[in-house]
């Protein structure tokens, strides 16, 4: 057993994660759409993408656990923190040494 990482997690969240490929109708496929309490950061900064885009990053979700285990990469969709509809930017699952999830962290625009 691992310690946990993210505690007094309080801030209610809710995260929609969708396909990174868009399906038929050019429609993306909602794989997750759940509510979670978690640890919430403002941030500055920006994300250096593959093709050398910088995409502005303005804040930092933390939930504990692994919000999506169906889900192998999170990088697609949106959440809902205090009323505001922020886009996912990057996302990771955080994990122990044996490979067991120790949190999620979302990166926000």
Not at 70 to 86: A, E, L, N
């Amino acid at each position: 057993m691992w310690p946990k990482l993210i505690m007094c997690a309080r801030t209610p969240v809710r995260v929609v994660i969708e396909s990174a490929e868009p399906n038929s109708y050019g429609e993306r496929t909602a794989l997750l759409d759940a509510e979670f309490r978690c640890n919430y950061q403002d941030s500055s900064g920006a994300k250096i993408t593959a093709k050398k885009q910088e995409i502005p990053a303005s804040a930092c979700i933390l939930i504990s656990g692994d919000i999506a285990p169906d889900v192998d990469r999170i990088g697609c969709g949106y959440v809902v923190i205090h009323g505001i509809k922020r886009d996912i930017v990057a996302g990771a699952k955080w994990r122990n040494p044996d490979g067991t999830v120790n949190y999620c962290r979302l990166d926000v625009e």
